[in-house]
């Protein structure tokens, strides 16, 4: 089995930056996969980016040069660096896990989710 613990979420104003992490523990082998989702009260959970074991990335459009998505392999950790925050990045960002390495980024393919840490942003 493995965990997810999710950290640095917070407050900051509007063109500032944050760092969030997820570490894993547990039951960790094989080619893998690791996500960000994010989620607002009543919406669906929406996929941020996703890190291969690889290292290969994938972002989704409203990030792509703002958030920097990177995997450190011997810590287990996940980080997703986050510049130039606007008060629409603003939601509960979770970590997941999945199996495999192939690029996707959809809930329902990931079996593994932490607690989640919000983020908020100001004007």
């Known amino acids: 089995q493995v965990l997810l613990a999710e950290s640095g979420g917070g407050s900051v104003q509007s063109g500032g930056s944050l760092r969030l992490s997820c570490a894993a523990s547990?039951?960790?082998?094989?080619?893998?996969?690791m996500a960000w989702f994010r989620q607002s009260p009543g919406k669906d959970r929406m996929g941020v980016a996703t890190?291969?074991?690889?290292?290969?990335?994938s972002y989704t459009d409203s990030v792509k040069g703002r958030f920097t998505i990177s995997l450190d392999n011997a810590k287990n950790i996940v980080y997703l660096q986050m510049n130039s925050l606007t008060p629409e990045d603003t939601d509960t960002y979770f970590c997941?896990?999945?199996?495999?390495?192939?690029?996707?980024?959809?809930?329902?393919?990931?079996?593994?989710w932490g607690q989640g840490t919000h983020v908020t942003v100001s004007t």
């Open positions: 997941a896990r999945r199996k495999g390495k192939l690029m996707i980024l959809v809930k329902e393919a990931f079996e593994t």
């Open positions: 547990g039951s960790i082998y094989g080619p893998y996969s």
């Open positions: 890190i291969n074991s690889d290292s290969v990335t």
